[in-house]
C-alpha cells in the first residue's frame, strides 16, 4: 500500500543542527517518505536558515531522494497543512545564551541554559513564542504533532501541556539516547540489546533499571559507572566523575546533567574558570558554530560535517525522526520522551510534564506506568517540578514575583537576596525578548 507522504515543517530551520536533522530523513526515508521538509526561521536568522538550506538541498541531491526543501520566513504558510512540526529555535540567539550564563555567574552562582537563572530565562523568552506556534498549529495543522526540542525542554512541555491550544504535544531530547548508547559502549554489546527503564525529568532523568536482551544487569552497570574512568559525559558538560560510593549506593544511573546537583561547587568553579577566560559554553558554541556556518558555505559539501559532532546535541536527529517515523508506521517501539504524566510517575500532577519511557503508536506516545520513584531521587525531581511549574506560571503571567518564586525554589540559586539581584539584572539584559514583564507594568507586570 502507498503511504501518505509526509510535510515537516522545522521552526527555527537555520539551526547549525538542521543537517543532523536532513541526515535523519535520508536515513529513514525509504520507511518515513518526508517529500517536503520547510525550514522556517525569522528574518535575524535568514542568512543561516539561506546557509544551511542550502546544504541541505545539496544533501537532498545527493542522497537521491525526493524531498523538496523549502526555505521561509512565513510561519502560516510552513505550518499549512503540515503532518509532524519540530521546533528548534534560540531567541535571542546565541547572545541571549551567552548572557543567561555569564550573568548569574557574575553574582557567583551556576549559568548553565537550561537549569537554575539561565534556564529560567531561556523559558521565559522561549514560552510564550511556543504557545503562539501552538496556536497557529491549532488553526493551520490541527493533526500535527508538535515535536519539541527547544530547551529548557522540560520547561517548556509544562508550559505547552498546561496553557497550549494544542495538545498533541511531545518533547524530544537526544540526552537518553546517548546515555543508552554510553552503557552498550561500556558494556561491549550493541546498542539494540540495552532497554533502560527511565524515569525523571528533562536533564533530570534517572536510569532505574537496566537489562540486556531483558536480563536485569543494573548491579553490573552500576559498578561499571562507580570506576572515574567510566563516566557518562556529554560534550557540554565538564566530565567530573562521580564519588564511586555515592554511585553504589545511589544504585541507579545519572544523567550528565545532575552534575549540576550532586557536584554544585566544582562545577560552578569549572564554571566561573571558563567565565573568566571568555570560554563560557555558549562562548565556545558560538566560535563552533561560526566554523560550522563556514564549512556549510562550501558549495561541495553534500554531507553532515562530522563537525557538527563537537556539539552536544549530537544524535538528536535519531530521537527525533524515530519518534516521527514511529508515529507514521503505527511501530508500538519503546522510546524516552516528554509527555503528560498521566500517573505515570506517582505524586506528579496527572497534566505535568515528565521524561519517561513511552509506548509510540500511530496515535503518539502512551507512558509506561513507572509508581513511585525511589525516595533517593523523588526529593530533587519534585524539586524542579515545582521550579518548571512556577517559571512557566511566570513566562505565562509576566509576574515579577512568579519569576523570583521560581529561582528562590530553584536549589542552584542560594539565597533570596541573590535571586533579586539576578532576576533584576537579567530582566533588563533581556528585555526586548520579555514584552510579557514589561507591556503590563502593574498589577501583574514588572515594576
Ligand atoms: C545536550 C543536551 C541538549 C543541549 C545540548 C547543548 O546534548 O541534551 O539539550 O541542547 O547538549 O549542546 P551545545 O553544543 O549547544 O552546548
Not at 536532513?22 to 542568512?47: A, M, Q, S, T
Not at 558494556?187 to 536485569?216: K, S
Not at 516528554?338 to 510534564?353: L, W
Request: aromatic share 6%; with cysteine; glycine share 8%.
Amino acid at each position: 500500500m502507498m503511504k501518505k507522504a509526509v510535510k515537516i515543517t522545522t521552526i527555527g530551520g537555520g539551526s547549525s543542527y538542521t543537517p543532523e536533522l536532513v541526515e535523519g530523513f535520508i536515513k529513514r526515508y525509504d520507511e518515513l517518505p518526508v517529500r517536503e521538509l520547510w525550514l522556517v526561521d525569522i528574518e535575524e536568522g535568514n542568512e543561516k536558515l539561506e546557509i544551511v538550506g542550502n546544504l541541505a538541498k545539496r544533501m537532498v541531491e545527493e542522497a537521491g531522494v525526493p524531498m523538496d526543501i523549502h526555505l521561509t520566513l512565513d510561519r502560516r504558510q510552513a505550518l499549512k497543512g503540515a503532518d509532524f512540526v519540530t521546533t528548534q529555535m534560540r531567541v535571542g540567539q546565541l547572545d541571549a545564551r551567552i548572557k543567561d550564563e555569564r550573568i548569574p555567574l557574575q553574582h557567583g552562582i551556576i549559568g548553565q541554559e537550561t537549569n537554575g537563572a539561565g534556564g529560567l530565562f531561556k523559558g521565559l523568552r522561549t514560552i510564550p513564542v511556543l504557545l503562539e506556534i501552538a496556536e497557529e498549529m491549532q488553526e493551520l495543522c490541527p493533526d500535527a504533532w508538535l515535536i519539541n526540542f527547544t530547551n529548557p525542554a522540560g520547561m517548556v512541555t509544562e508550559a505547552l501541556l498546561r496553557y497550549g491550544k494544542h495538545q498533541k504535544v511531545v518533547g524530544v531530547c537526544n540526552l537518553p539516547v546517548n546515555v543508552r548508547m554510553t552503557i552498550a559502549r561500556l558494556l561491549g554489546v550493541e546498542t539494540e540489546r540495552v532497554q533502560i527503564d527511565f524515569a525523571g525529568l528533562n536533564h533530570l532523568v534517572y536510569g532505574l533499571n537496566i537489562y540486556i536482551d531483558g536480563d536485569n544487569k543494573t548491579k553490573e552497570v552500576i559498578e561499571i559507572l562507580a570506576d572515574p574512568e567510566k563516566q557518562i559525559t556529554m560534550r557540554n558538560i565538564a566530565p567530573l566523575p562521580w564519588l564511586p560510593e555515592f554511585q553504589k549506593s545511589l544504585g541507579v544511573v545519572l544523567c550528565p546533567y545532575h552534575r549540576y546537583y550532586y557536584k554544585t561547587k566544582e562545577i560552578l568553579e569549572e564554571e566561573l574558570e571558563s567565565f573568566k577566560t571568555g570560554k563560557t559554553r555558549a562562548e565556545v558554541v558560538k566560535r563552533l558554530e561560526a566554523e560550522l556556518f563556514e564549512l556549510y558555505k562550501n558549495p561541495d559539501l553534500n554531507i553532515k560535517p562530522p563537525q557538527l559532532e563537537k556539539r552536544g546535541g549530537a544524535y538528536y536527529s535519531d530521537a527525533a525522526c524515530n519518534l516521527i517515523s514511529s508515529i507514521y508506521n503505527d511501530k508500538g517501539d519503546i522510546q524516552t520522551l516528554n509527555v503528560r504524566n498521566d500517573g505515570a510517575i506517582t505524586g506528579i500532577p496527572a497534566e505535568s510534564a515528565v521524561e519517561v519511557n513511552c509506548f509510540v503508536t500511530k496515535d503518539g506516545p502512551v507512558p509506561i506506568a513507572v509508581g513511585e520513584l525511589p525516595v533517593e531521587v523523588n526529593g530533587l525531581v519534585q524539586q524542579i517540578k515545582s521550579f518548571e511549574r512556577v517559571a512557566a506560571e511566570a513566562a505565562v503571567t509576566g509576574s515579577y514575583e512568579k519569576a523570583l518564586l521560581a529561582l528562590c525554589i530553584n536549589p542552584l540559586v542560594p539565597s533570596d537576596e541573590i535571586a533579586k539581584n539576578v532576576l533584576d539584572d537579567m530582566l533588563e539584559a533581556h528585555k526586548e525578548f520579555l514584552p510579557q514583564f514589561f507591556q503590563n507594568a502593574g498589577e501583574a507586570g514588572y515594576r
